[in-house]
């Protein structure tokens, strides 16, 4: 595991009936993978000018294995999957703290883009800070 943030699920979180909406894991995704980046001065919004090239999300998927309810704290949970040759995953577990449940996984696939928005090849650098990551 890369990094980690626990949260506890809101109203705002869950359907009528006190569920997590499957649609809520994603923006809680991308702010642990956000605040990861950043951490380790890979910004987003500096990344064209700093480095020549940015990153472009291409798929996500989520895969919802336990009932995740109004109140329940979930620690996400952030590694490094596949590394190609212009893309790279990122994976997600999400798991209820109470019992540690694993209530739901993740992966989102990332690719390195030119300001062309046209993808190339992993940067030498970067690469090898990728396969520093996957082997921590």
Request: glycine share 4%; aromatic share 12%; charged share 25%.
């Amino acid at each position: 595991m890369l990094h980690s943030d626990t949260r506890r699920l809101s109203y705002n979180d869950t359907d009528p009936a006190g569920i997590l909406y499957y649609a809520s894991w994603f923006p809680k995704m991308e702010a642990l993978l956000s605040d990861f980046m950043y951490r380790n001065g890979y910004r987003q919004d500096q990344s064209l000018d700093a480095r020549g090239w940015t990153t472009v999300t291409r798929a996500t998927e989520c895969e919802y294995l336990a009932a995740a309810r109004l109140f329940d704290e979930i620690r996400l949970e952030l590694a490094i999957g596949a590394i190609g040759a212009t893309s790279f995953q990122f994976a997600y577990r999400m798991v209820r703290t109470d019992d540690d449940v694993l209530v739901s996984r993740a992966k989102t696939t990332i690719v390195i883009v030119d300001s062309e928005q046209r993808a190339i090849r992993i940067p030498a650098d970067f690469r090898r800070q990728l396969e520093d990551w996957a082997a921590a």
